[in-house]
C-alpha cells in the first residue's frame, strides 16, 4: 500500500485502501499497522487534522481493529 508521509512527531506515513476500507500508519519507531473497518471520512479527517498524532490517538487508535504488519 502506498503511504503519504505526514507532519507528525508519532506517525510517519499514512496510506488507505478504499477498497478494503483499511487504513495503515507507519510510526516513527518503525512499526507498521492495518486498521481495519476505517471509514473513508475518518481517513480524510487524520490527513486533514491540525495534529495526525492528537486525531490517531482520538478517534482511531482504541476504535478500530489493528494488526502489526511490519
Keep these: 500500500m502506498e503511504r503519504i508521509p505526514v507532519s507528525s512527531s508519532n506517525l510517519h ?3 488507505y485502501d478504499s477498497e478494503r476500507s483499511v487504513l495503515e500508519i507507519k510510526f516513527h519507531g518503525g512499526g507498521i499497522y492495518q486498521y481495519s473497518r476505517v471509514p473513508i471520512a475518518m481517513y480524510q479527517g487524520l490527513m486533514t487534522a491540525a495534529s495526525h498524532g492528537e486525531y490517531f490517538h482520538a478517534f ?3 476504535v478500530y481493529p489493528y494488526r502489526k504488519v511490519g
Excluded: A, D, L, T
Design 13 to 15: 506515513s499514512v496510506g
Design 60 to 62: 482511531i487508535r482504541e
